[in-house]
C-alpha cells in the first residue's frame, strides 16, 4: 500500500507530459515511455479515436516478470490499465508493447465492442510497430489457418501462434485506417465467434429410434454444446445415488460433477460422444489437471478453447445413447426449474408449467465469453419423464441455456399438441424364427446395452435373417428388448418408421388421401396394439397383425411425414363408437374359412365359356393377384377384386381344383366386412374424398 501511495504522487508530477497516461513503478522515471505514449495518443486521436484524457485517464504498472505473460506478449491490458514487462524479451522494445496495449485501451473506448477479438489484435499489431520489420511472405495455407479459425469460432483466446499467423495475413492484406473498421478480406477468411450459429435452431428427435420428427433453423452448424456434456459424463459413471447425482446434473454443479471422478470410465464417455465427429478429447488426464478434465465436463481447456463440437443431429444421438444408458440417473432432471438451485429456476413461471405438463427432464448448457457474456446456448428436453419417447435439444445463439426457454415455449406448445407420448410408440415383436444371435449392429454403429433394452448409436440395428421366405437384410430403428424367459425379442420404435415399413409392406401403391387414410389406421392400431399379443404386450409383425419387414437397407434416407393427430382422434371416437380396440382391414381377422364355388357358377359369373385354371401370383410389389386361364386367352385381377366378385371373405390363401367339377378356396380373415379395404380406400381417394371420409366409410356405424 505504502509504495503505491509514492508511486501515485509521484505521478502527479507528470501532469505537464501527459496526466493521461500515468505511469507507475519503474516506468515513473523513465522519459522515453511518456514520450512514446504521447505519440501514439496523438496519431491515434487524428485517425479518430477517442483517446485518454486526464479526467479519464489509462494506468500503466509495471508487470512482474513470471507474471501472466508469454514471452511472445510482453504486455497486457484491462479497460484503465496496462502491464508492461520491462526489458521485454525478444527484438521488440517496450514502446512497441506501450503502443499494442495502449490501442487495446483507445478501441475500448471508441468501438464499443464492435471488433471482434482477432480484429482488434490485428489492428494493435498494424498500428504498434511490431510487424514493421516482417517481409511479406505465402499466404497461410487452409491447414495452417484451421486451429486460429476454430479458436475464433469458438470465442477462444488467440495463442502466440495465432497471433504470428495474424500478423502474416495483416502484412499481406494490409489494414484500413479508418477507426473500428477490419479488414474484409480477413473478415472473410477468419470470421467472427459464433458467426454460423445464426438464430434459432432446434429438433425433436425419437429417443427411440433416433429418428428426426422435426427441425428448424439451422442446425448443421456446428458449436461446443457447453454443460450438455454432463448428461455423457453422467452416463459413464460406473455408479452414483441417482437422485443426488440428477440435482447436481440440474444444478450444473461442475465441482460436484468433477468429484465423481473415481467412478468415471473414459471409454464409456468416448462411446457415447462417438456420434460426434469434429472432437479432440484429451487422450490421457488425470483429475489433478482439473482445467483438462473440466473439458469433460464441457468448459475450455488451458488454450481456451473446447474439446468438442457438434451440429445438432449429432449431439442428439449422443444425448440418447446417453440417457438410453443409464436413464434412471436422469429422471431427477424433472426437477429442473423447481429446486431452487436448478439452472431453470429463474424462468418464466408459465414456461416452467409447460415442463411440467410435458413431464420433461431437462439440462442446459451456456458457452460464454471470459468476461460471462453468453455466446451460444443449448437447451436439452427429454419426456415424459418416466419412460422419455421424445428428445429435443434447442440451440440459441446469445444467450444463456436457461434463457432458450422463453424461445423454445412456443415450439413446445405445438410439439404438445402434435405429438403426444400416447400415439408416440410402437411394440412390435420380430421374426420369431431367426435366431436374435444372428442380428448385428454395424461397426459404425456401435451396440450398447441400457437398463430398457439393446440399442444403437445411429438407432438402426441390422438384421440378417436366416428364415425361409423372409428378406435376408433388413434394417429396423429402435430399442430391442428381450421378454421374460427367453420370449421373443421386442422391438420399441416410434409410430412413424412402424407406419411407413407397415405401408411399404402392404399398400406402397395406396395414394392421396386413401394413403393418409391408411396411414392413420396402421398409426392408430400400432400405438393401441399391444393387447393383440398379451404374452410380449406386443404387435406381431406378419399378416395377423400387420406386416413390418422394417426397411430396406437400400431405402433413401427416411422423410418425414407425419401423424395426423386430427385422424387419429376421429378413429379414437370411431373405435369408442363401434366398441373396437383394433381396427381391422376389410380381410383382417384369423377366422379359418373355407368355400367350394362349382366350375358353371365360375364360368357364369366370368361370363366365360371354360376356365382352365385359377392361380394366385404374387407380383414383385407385393401386390396379389389371381390369375385366370381360359382356353384362348388369361387375365389377372386384384386378388381384392376377385375376392368381392365371389363374395369370399378374404383374399383366399389356396386355390385348387377339387374335382366334381368345382373349385376350392381356403383363407384366413374375418367375414365381417368390416374394416378399411385397400382397393375401396383408393378408389374413394380417386372419387375424390377425404381421408376423414374413407375413414368414417370404414369404420363409422353408419356405413
Ligand atoms: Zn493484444
Ligand atoms: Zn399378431
Known amino acids: 500500500m505504502s509504495t503505491r501511495l509514492t508511486l501515485r504522487r509521484r505521478s502527479l508530477r507528470l501532469f505537464d507530459i501527459g496526466a493521461a497516461v500515468l505511469f507507475f513503478g519503474v516506468f515513473a522515471q523513465q522519459t522515453e515511455l511518456p514520450q512514446a505514449a504521447t505519440t501514439a495518443l496523438s496519431e491515434l486521436a487524428a485517425q479518430g479515436y477517442r483517446i485518454p484524457s486526464e479526467d479519464d485517464p489509462v494506468r500503466v504498472f509495471p508487470a512482474l516478470t513470471g507474471g501472466d505473460f508469454s514471452g511472445h506478449h510482453a504486455g497486457g491490458w484491462r479497460p484503465g490499465s496496462i502491464y508492461l514487462r520491462q526489458h521485454p524479451q525478444g527484438a521488440l522494445s517496450e514502446t512497441i508493447y506501450l503502443r499494442h496495449e495502449l490501442f487495446h485501451e483507445v478501441s475500448h473506448r471508441s468501438c464499443g465492442g464492435r471488433m471482434p477479438g482477432w480484429a482488434e489484435e490485428a489492428a494493435a499489431m498494424h498500428f504498434s510497430g511490431e510487424l514493421a520489420d516482417l517481409e511479406p511472405s505465402a499466404w497461410p495455407n487452409d491447414a495452417e489457418l484451421q486451429g486460429m479459425k476454430t479458436r475464433i469460432s469458438h470465442g477462444a483466446e488467440l495463442d502466440a501462434n495465432d497471433r504470428s499467423l495474424l500478423g502474416r495475413l495483416v502484412v499481406d492484406a494490409g489494414w484500413p485506417k479508418e477507426p473500428c473498421s477490419q479488414s474484409a478480406k480477413l473478415s472473410e477468411l477468419l470470421g467472427e465467434a459464433f458467426d454460423q450459429a445464426g438464430g434459432h435452431a432446434y429438433l425433436l428427435m425419437s429417443l427411440l429410434s433416433g429418428r428426426i420428427l422435426e427441425r428448424g433453423g439451422d442446425i448443421d452448424s456446428r458449436q461446443p454444446p457447453g454443460s450438455l456434456l454432463k448428461i455423457p459424463y453422467a452416463a459413464a459413471l460406473k455408479q452414483a445415488n441417482p437422485e443426488v447425482l440428477s440435482s447436481e446434473l440440474a444444478a450444473s454443479d461442475t465441482d460436484k460433477l468433477a468429484q465423481r471422478h473415481e467412478y468415471f470410465q473414459t471409454e464409456r464417455y468416448r462411446l457415447l460422444l462417438s456420434p460426434v465427429r469434429e472432437q479432440k478429447l484429451p487422450v490421457q488426464t488425470t483429475p489433478a489437471d482439473r482445467q483438462t478434465w473440466r473439458t469433460y465436463l464441457g468448459e475450455r481447456n488451458t488454450d481456451g478453447d473446447f474439446a468438442l463440437q457438434a451440429s445438432l443431429p449429432e449431439l442428439a444421438l449422443a444425448m440418447r445413447a446417453a440417457l438410453l444408458s443409464k436413464p434412471e440417473y436422469f429422471r431427477g432432471l424433472s426437477q429442473n426449474g423447481l429446486a431452487p438451485n436448478s439452472t431453470l429456476f429463474g424462468q418464466n413461471a408459465a414456461d416452467k408449467k409447460l415442463l411440467r405438463q410435458l413431464q420433461a427432464l431437462a439440462k442446459t448448457g451456456t458457452v460464454s465469453t471470459g468476461d460471462g457474456q453468453p455466446l451460444v446456448g443449448h437447451l436439452l428436453l427429454a419426456w415424459p419423464a418416466t419412460h422419455p419417447v421424445f428428445l429435443a435439444i434447442f440451440r440459441q445463439r446469445g444467450m444463456s441455456g436457461a434463457a432458450v426457454l422463453s424461445k423454445a415455449a412456443p415450439v413446445l406448445k405445438n410439439w404438445q399438441q402434435n405429438y403426444p407420448a400416447r400415439f408416440a410408440t410402437v411394440r412390435v415383436r420380430l421374426l420369431t424364427p431367426t435366431d436374435p444371435a444372428s442380428w448385428e449392429a454395424r461397426a459404425d454403429c456401435p451396440e450398447l446395452d441400457g437398463s430398457l433394452g439393446r440399442f444403437t448409436l445411429c438407432g438402426q440395428f441390422h438384421i440378417v435373417s436366416t428364415a425361409r421366405g423372409s428378406r435376408s437384410e433388413r434394417l429396423v430403428s429402435g430399442i430391442l428388448r428381450q421378454t421374460a424367459g427367453n420370449g421373443p425379442t421386442v422391438l420399441e420404435t416410434d409410430v412413424e418408421t412402424y407406419v411407413d415399413s407397415v405401408l411399404a409392406a402392404e399398400a406402397q401403391n395406396l395414394t392421396g388421401s386413401g394413403r393418409e387414410a391408411m396411414r392413420a389406421v396402421i398409426a392408430w392400431n400400432g400405438s393401441h396394439g399391444s393387447h393383440r399379443h398379451a404374452d410380449s404386450g406386443s404387435l406381431c409383425d406378419t399378416t395377423h397383425c400387420m406386416v413390418f419387414l422394417g426397411e430396406l437397407p437400400s431405402d433413401k434416407p427416411r422423410r418425414s411425414s407425419r401423424i395426423d393427430i386430427e ?26 374359412w373355407q368355400r367350394q364355388i362349382s366350375a358353371n357358377e365360375l364360368q357364369h359369373i366370368f361370363a366365360e365359356n371354360q376356365i382352365l385354371e385359377i392361380r394366385r401370383e404374387h407380383r414383385k410389389d ?10 384362348d386367352n388369361e387375365e389377372a385381377i386384384s386378388c381384392e377384386v376377385f375376392r368381392n366378385t365371389l363374395k369370399l371373405p378374404s383374399c383366399p390363401d389356396t386355390v385348387q381344383n377339387v374335382g366334381n367339377q368345382a373349385w376350392g378356396f381356403q383363407g384366413i380373415g374375418a367375414g365381417h366386412g368390416l374394416g378399411l379395404s385397400i382397393v375401396r380406400a383408393q378408389a374413394l381417394a380417386e372419387a375424390g374424398r377425404s381421408a376423414e371420409q374413407i375413414l368414417r366409410d370404414a369404420y363409422g356405424q353408419s356405413r
Do not use: H
Open 567 to 592: 385422424l387419429m382422434q376421429l378413429l379414437d371416437k370411431l373405435a369408442v363408437e363401434t366398441g373396437l380396440n383394433w381396427l381391422p382391414f376389410a380381410n383382417g381377422g384369423d377366422q379359418r
Open 622 to 631: 407385393g401386390e396379389l393377384f389371381i390369375r385366370l386361364t381360359y382356353p
